[in-house]
């Protein structure tokens, strides 16, 4: 989590994550839903709206915008690396 | 994944515009011509001139910093040519830090300033206090020497070139330590203002009322702070980091505000309505995520603060809400921006 992200999540910046195993596949969808009940610490209106995150948060996912890859219908692989960057109050 | 809609050839990185697939290659080039073409186009600032930057450790006004340091290294031909410095406006006490995370702040603050090599100033939200009424009048325009006119934009290159030549073109390198204006090795005295002053500073925030007077005001006191400033170090030309997001923000905002009259200079390229001193945007074509991919992609660093203290129950300010409406809008309707 970066630009200001992180200040919902305790501050800290990268998180290790083992999803845990389940029927329904991994999406971008799903992992926000997990995040929402482990991760965030405060405020989730400031992250997500509805099932997706906030208008003013990028999603990276390997370091490429989530537009190119299918957005909330990614489905996540094994070592995916997930980056949110908030644009928010950006001066 | 898809290929750069450019080059052709390098895998796309992000999507830019309506659509646009570009590589991290051509997406920095795209980016970086950008801001010379502002400059270009517009040629409001002269060779040799001292432009103030205006920073804030955040992602728009980071990535002009490192626009400029792109621009004064490039080769003779291409190179910019005007000599900067920075200021940055340290504002802790009204974003509610305590005096140690305003140290903190302000030291990561300084590392980055030093790092760029140029000229710095940083100064307290809390010498807002001090600023004298002039402040509030545009400044004389600098006197010009009695003759003919001076050179034209086109003229002023042309002869500096010339100069330049004859002078075995050392180039208008930029000073390599930064501490013309500053003291150098650890400051002795403490560096923030003393708890009387951020009291009355303070009180003032309080006495606005409103979370949109508050934003008002301290966008206010800020400017006319880096405006006096540059008045008092010489500086004709201030350069702000307002992004294209900002700026389209800033529109609706000032017009729900009753500033609709003021909307060419409290958004245009260049704001002269200070007089002596020229504030320029050469940001305000870059959005949000231009700006945030950017300093991703090419390592620009930041200092992040949080945002302007909101109390729980109260209402948000117009600023916020114009925000979250345009930010909204510009999910499904990505010409949103651009076109306010």
Redesign the interface.
């Known amino acids: 989590f970066?630009?200001?992200a992180e200040?919902l999540f305790d501050g800290v910046k990268k998180h290790q994550v083992t999803l845990p195993c389940q029927p329904e596949p991994w999406d971008i969808r799903n992992l926000l839903k997990w995040i929402k009940q482990n991760l965030l610490k405060e405020r989730p209106e400031l992250f997500m709206q509805g099932e997706t995150v906030r208008?003013?948060i990028?999603v990276?996912i390997n370091?490429?915008?989530w537009?190119?890859m299918g957005e909330l219908d990614y489905k996540l692989q094994d070592q995916d690396n997930v980056?949110f960057?908030s644009?928010?109050?950006?001066? | 994944?898809?290929t750069c809609m450019k080059c052709g050839q390098g895998?796309?990185?992000?999507?830019i515009r309506v659509g646009d697939?570009f590589c991290r290659g051509c997406f920095r080039e795209y980016f970086v011509h950008k801001f010379r073409a502002m400059l270009g186009k517009n040629r409001v600032i002269f060779p040799g001139e001292k432009v103030l930057l205006a920073v804030?450790g955040?992602?728009?006004?980071s990535a002009m910093i490192r626009q400029v340091q792109e621009g004064l290294s490039r080769e003779a031909a291409k190179r910019l040519r005007f000599i900067p410095g920075l200021v940055y406006v340290e504002e802790g006490a009204v974003h509610r830090q305590s005096p140690e995370q305003r140290e903190q702040t302000l030291a990561q603050m300084e590392a980055l300033l030093q790092a760029t090599g140029f000229p710095y100033h940083v100064i307290h939200l809390e010498e807002a206090l001090e600023l004298p009424p002039s402040i509030l009048q545009p400044g004389p325009e600098r006197s010009r020497p009695p003759g003919p006119p001076g050179p034209s934009y086109k003229e002023a290159v042309d002869s500096f070139i010339q100069q330049q030549r004859q002078d075995g073109d050392s180039g208008t390198s930029v000073p390599g330590h930064s501490t013309q204006d500053t003291p150098a090795g650890p400051p002795a005295t403490p560096r923030l203002p003393d708890a009387a002053q951020t009291q009355e500073l303070l009180r003032s925030f309080e006495a606005a009322g409103t979370a949109t007077a508050r934003e008002e005001l301290l966008e206010m006191l800020r400017t006319h702070l880096i405006v006096q400033t540059a008045r008092d170090r010489g500086y004709a030309k201030v350069m702000m980091?307002?992004?294209l997001?900002?700026v389209a923000i800033k529109l609706l905002t000032n017009l729900s505000l009753g500033r609709g009259a003021f909307l060419a200079v409290d958004t245009g390229f260049t704001d002269q309505r200070h007089g002596d001193v020229m504030v320029v945007r050469p940001m305000r074509d870059y959005t949000?995520?231009e700006?945030?991919?950017y300093n991703?992609?090419f390592g620009v660093p930041?200092v992040?603060v949080?945002?302007?203290f909101t109390k729980r129950r109260e209402k948000p300010s117009i600023h916020q809400l114009v925000?979250?409406f345009l930010?909204?809008l510009?999910?499904e309707f990505p010409s949103t921006m651009s076109t306010v």
């Not at chain 1, 644009?87 to 001066?91: R, S, Y």
């Not at chain 2, 955040?58 to 006004?61: E, H, K, Q, R, T």
């Open positions: 970066r630009g200001g200040l208008p003013g990028l990276l370091e490429a915008d537009e190119l980056l960057i644009t928010l109050h950006g001066g | 994944p898809r895998t796309a990185a992000l999507v697939p804030s955040g992602p728009a006004s980091g307002e992004s997001t900002r949000a995520k700006i945030a991919f991703f992609f930041t992040i949080p945002p302007l925000e979250r930010l909204g510009q999910e």
